[in-house]
């Protein structure tokens, strides 16, 4: 059975940030929750994958509302898209299902290949 394209970009963290605990999450009790919980260096975020094209990032009306509670809640969320057909890591911090598409464009962070995996890890895990 072949890897979904969710499925290879968390193998594509998990083998390039190696400092970081992962758990991968499928949870069918409550919808809208990130795929991923991370935490490194004592700080935990959440981390949906998406590996697609999509303007909104392709984020479901649910997982809008989880990522926002979680976010005024104080927690930290980030979405981590691989476009299909393009070379690139694109990490959006979660703040951009709070406002408007245009900032979704504004609130990312793009890494093209080679990927620099360092500060893909400084990105998620600032130093305080």
């Known amino acids: 059975m072949s ?3 969710e499925a290879k970009l968390f193998a594509l963290l998990k083998k ?3 400092k970081v605990h992962f758990t991968r999450i ?3 009790t409550e ?9 490194c260096n004592g700080k935990e975020i959440w981390i949906e994958l998406k590996a697609n094209t999509h303007k909104d990032l392709g984020l479901s009306k649910w997982q809008k509302v989880w990522i926002a509670k979680r976010i005024k809640a ?3 969320v980030f979405i981590a898209n691989r476009p299909l ?5 694109k990490i959006y911090r979660g703040s951009v299902v709070l406002g408007s ?4 464009q504004e609130a990312h962070t793009t890494f093209h290949e080679p990927i620099n995996w360092e500060l893909v890890q400084r990105m998620l895990f600032p130093s305080p």
Not at 31 to 38: L, M, Y
Not at 85 to 89: D, N, V
């Open 101 to 104: 598409l245009t900032s979704a």
């Open 74 to 76: 104080g927690g930290t």
């Open 31 to 39: 919808n809208g929750i990130p795929d991923v919980n991370a935490c």
């Open 85 to 89: 057909k393009e070379r690139a890591l």
């Open 16 to 18: 390039h940030l190696q």
């Open 26 to 28: 499928e949870s069918y």
């Open 3 to 5: 890897k979904t394209n």
